[in-house]
Structures are given as structure tokens and as C-alpha cells.
């Protein structure tokens, strides 16, 4: 059984919250002084989407234990490094500039698209 996560879909509610959020809380602070430095956060936090996606999981499980014997349960944390299965020779620099360094955007478009 595979499952399958709304992370994409939550990250985008998330933002749009955080948007708006933003909004009501920057209309009338104009002129006062800036936040610096004041907040931290607490040990063991995992931002909401990875939460989601823990909770997720164990969800899951409860729900199978339920219905049938687990003996065992194995989750895959893993993590791929795509630039490097892509081109085996990439290091240092080569990774923070990516594709479209030297590029500009509008330049790369026309020249993606032929036009």
C-alpha cells in the first residue's frame, strides 16, 4: 500500500493564509520599528507540511492495525540529490547557479520556445 501526501496542495493553502494574514496585520504599521530577532522556535517543531505528512503516515498505520496483523513497519526516509543523478560531475559553484545562469529570463523563454 503506497500513500499518497497533499503536500502540494496544503503549502498552497498555507501561503494564501500567510498572505492574507500578512495583509491585516501590515495595513496599520506603518511607522513602528521592526521586529528583530524575537522569535524562536520550539524543540522538535516540524513545519505543517511535514507534520501533515508524519501524521499522515501514523494514521494510516492505526487504521491497518485495525483490520490486520503488522509485524513490521519500515518508512523510507530518503533523501536524492536530482542535479547529481542528472550530471555526475557537478560540484561546488555549478549547483547554486543551475541551468539559466548567464540567462535572462525573457531571453531563455524566446530561445525555449524558438520564437
Not at 495595513?27 to 522556535?41: A, D, G, M, V
Request: net charge positive; charged share 35%; aromatic share 10%.
Amino acid at each position: 500500500m503506497e500513500l499518497e501526501h497533499r503536500g502540494g496542495l496544503i503549502k498552497k493553502k498555507l501561503e494564501s493564509r500567510r498572505a492574507a494574514r500578512r495583509g491585516r496585520r501590515n495595513r496599520h504599521t506603518r511607522y513602528r520599528k521592526p521586529r528583530f530577532l524575537n522569535r524562536r522556535c520550539p524543540e522538535g517543531w516540524l513545519s505543517p507540511s511535514l507534520e501533515h505528512r508524519v501524521l499522515t503516515i501514523e494514521t494510516w498505520v492505526k487504521r491497518l492495525i485495525k483490520f490486520c496483523p503488522v509485524n513490521e513497519i519500515w518508512v523510507e526516509k530518503v533523501k536524492f540529490d536530482t542535479q547529481k543523478m542528472q550530471n555526475p560531475e557537478i560540484n561546488g559553484t555549478e549547483y547554486q547557479q543551475g541551468e539559466l545562469a548567464g540567462y535572462e529570463v525573457r531571453e531563455y523563454l524566446l530561445e525555449k520556445w524558438g520564437r
